[in-house]
């Protein structure tokens, strides 16, 4: 588990923030759990570096605020509009025992040997980039593979195609809907 330190951040507002950020930190918001939004500030740095990698996004962290251990998910975090610096990071605490929601990266393989590129001279297109799943926040993967060796021209894969975890749900699934997540355009020759 990646670990995380935390302060707790006592003053609120805009000229906070902004002082938080001269000095290398970022303004922080902890909820969940049943209880109340705690403020808090992380090092930017540690925090910058990290949401750069995919598996963080999916990862469970171990923040300590205070001699406190959270295990918490990344759920929300906002960029400066020009700056290469992060403003506000967003965590939630959960119940490591309990399913959470949790959007999980899509990874395509095998593309340009599936028979829709290679002899349909036809085109793959990517619909979605990412699955919502309900699953315990230990078995949340890093991300989800499909491959597309045996895609043909004209043929379409829904989420139903990709192999989920055990243990996991896909929310899209669970509400009787099954969206196209890859199509391939061109023909199949007969």
Do not use: C, W
């Amino acid at each position: 588990m990646t670990q995380l330190k935390a302060n707790i951040r006592e003053a609120q507002g805009t000229g906070a923030s902004r002082r938080l950020r001269r000095e290398g930190f970022i303004p922080a918001v902890v909820y969940g759990d049943n209880q109340e939004p705690l403020s808090i500030s992380v090092e930017h740095n540690a925090v910058f570096y990290e949401l750069q990698k995919e598996k963080f996004h999916t990862t469970v962290l171990d923040l300590e605020i205070d001699g406190k251990n959270y295990p918490v998910l990344v759920r929300d975090f906002q960029m400066h509009p020009f700056k290469n610096a992060v403003q506000h990071i967003d965590f939630q605490v959960v119940d490591l025992e309990k399913p959470v929601r949790v959007k999980v990266p899509l990874h395509f393989v095998n593309g340009e040997v599936s028979p829709a590129v290679k002899l349909h001279g036809g085109r793959i297109a990517r619909l979605a980039t990412s699955v919502e799943l309900l699953i315990k926040p230990k078995a949340i993967p890093e991300f989800l593979e499909l491959d597309l060796k045996d895609l043909v021209g004209g043929q379409i894969m829904h989420i139903s195609d990709i192999a989920l975890p055990e243990g996991a749900v896909s929310v899209a699934l669970k509400r009787g809907a099954n969206p196209a997540v890859v199509s391939a355009t061109g023909k199949a020759r007969s």
